[in-house]
């Protein structure tokens, strides 16, 4: 079964920037997966942040990108503010009507 | 603006089936350019893709949960709704309905505030 890989945690200073990935547990992250990126604070729903690779949602202040990095899909955050600390969580689409969510990464600005 | 509302009991006995509604206000369920989709949260932990469904009826499980899902869709509501079979403990979670926008994009442009159903008896 097919795993989406994302870092369990990561820290950036306020005003910093910050890249994190979303993987594949075999074989590499192209656009073909349209990878799409979420922020979800606690008790609240995910909000929709960047879809087909680098696409922002609306509303999604500049500071959020998308691109493939590697073999992966990343998330940049340039000049991180306090409430950027949330859960980030990727979805690769696999085809054939599968979606599959990565574990989330904690980020925690500090 | 779409906007999407989960509505259930947040409470089921084990092994009995947890069954929940979407409704969608703002947007026609029938549009061609997206699927209603259903994701959970285990407390605690991430995002879990359950399935969706066209409005036309083609449904999408994950294989993980297949053989005890149902999704259907009520066109005239502008509703749709799970129901998950045989629940356990293992099943309580925040259930989550969004819409998942296909043709291309395919991304989850618009979430439900998600319901908590607690399996107890």
């Known amino acids: 079964q097919t795993v989406v890989t994302q870092e369990p945690s990561f820290s950036v200073s306020p005003g910093g920037t910050v890249t994190l990935t979303c993987g594949l547990s075999?074989?590499?992250?192209?656009?073909?997966?349209?990878p799409s990126w979420y922020q979800q604070t606690p008790g609240q729903a995910p909000r929709t942040l960047i879809y087909?690779?680098?696409i922002r949602s609306s509303g999604v202040p500049d500071r959020f990108s998308g691109s493939i990095l590697g073999n992966k899909a990343a998330l940049t955050i340039t000049g991180a503010q306090a409430d950027d600390e949330s859960d980030y969580y990727c979805?690769?689409?696999?085809?054939?009507?599968?979606?599959?969510f990565g574990g989330g990464t904690k980020l925690t600005v500090l | 603006q779409v906007q999407l509302q989960e509505s259930g009991p947040g409470l089921v006995k084990p092994s009995q089936t947890l069954s929940l509604t979407c409704t969608v206000s703002?947007?026609?369920?029938?549009?061609?350019?997206?699927?209603c989709s259903w994701i959970r949260q285990h407390p605690g932990k991430g995002l879990e893709w359950i399935g969706y469904?066209?409005?036309?009826?083609?449904?999408y499980y994950n294989p993980s949960l297949k053989s005890r899902i149902t999704i259907s869709v009520d066109t005239s509501e502008n509703q749709f709704s799970l129901k998950l079979s045989s629940v356990t403990a293992a099943d309580t979670a925040v259930y989550y309905c969004?819409?998942?926008?296909?043709?291309?994009?395919?991304?989850?442009?618009?979430w439900g505030q998600g319901t908590l159903v607690t399996v107890s008896s």
């Open positions: 969004a819409r998942w926008r296909r043709d291309g994009y395919n991304y989850f442009d618009s």
């Open positions: 703002g947007g026609s369920i029938s549009s061609g350019a997206y699927y």
């Open positions: 469904i066209y409005y036309s009826g083609s449904t």
């Open positions: 075999s074989g590499s992250v192209s656009t073909s997966y349209y």
């Open positions: 087909s690779t680098n």
């Open positions: 979805v690769l689409y696999m085809g054939s009507g599968i979606s599959v």
